[in-house]
């Protein structure tokens, strides 16, 4: 699975938040992810089973993996598609910070310890997730539907996922509510 230009709104905003993602899927199953952001120099590779790595241009490759929850958790979320169900979310979460950025950047901070949370409340395409999906699982993270159960992909008739959490430890989920 292919996304050749992840961001599109920060791309033509020239803001440097635009990846490349390439996914492998198998059975349903993302096993294989790599996400570039060509404008930061920035590689991001993760597979099921070989750990999860970064690397920077003229630098080597460095493992990667989730960090333990901090106090205020650290929360990404998209710079270009806010949501009201967004907000209500975090305004359960309690203590946290939030930092906006675009495109499947957001799955690298937290598959990287640099953040421990990624609520989706709004459409994606299989397309946007797989790659950092990925990557995040590989790096010891979690990537589920607001059911607990993990996004597949190529199983439906439609391409777009539903609402979704990106995360490093259940501990970082508020309580479910109906």
Request: proline share 7%; glycine share 12%; hydrophobic share 40%.
């Amino acid at each position: 699975m292919i996304d050749p230009l992840d961001g599109t709104r920060e791309f033509v905003k020239r803001n440097g938040e635009f990846t490349v993602n390439i996914a492998l899927v198998v059975e349903h199953e993302p096993v294989l992810g790599v996400v570039s952001a060509p404008a930061q120099g920035l590689m991001f590779w993760g597979a099921s089973g070989l750990g999860a790595y970064s690397h920077a241009r003229g630098a080597a490759q460095v493992p990667i993996h989730v960090s333990e929850p901090h106090h205020p958790l650290r929360v990404v979320g998209s710079r270009s598609h806010a949501s009201a169900a967004t907000a209500g979310y975090l305004a359960r979460l309690g203590p946290h910070v939030m930092k906006g950025i675009g495109s499947s950047l957001k799955f690298c901070l937290v598959a990287s310890g640099e953040a421990e949370l990624y609520p989706r409340f709004g459409p994606t395409s299989e397309w946007d997730t797989a790659a950092g999906q990925a990557l995040l699982e590989a790096a010891g993270g979690h990537v589920t539907r607001l059911d607990g159960h993990r996004l597949r992909y190529n199983c439906r008739q439609s391409v777009i996922n539903g609402d979704f959490l990106a995360y490093s430890h259940a501990s970082v989920l508020p309580p479910w509510e109906p």
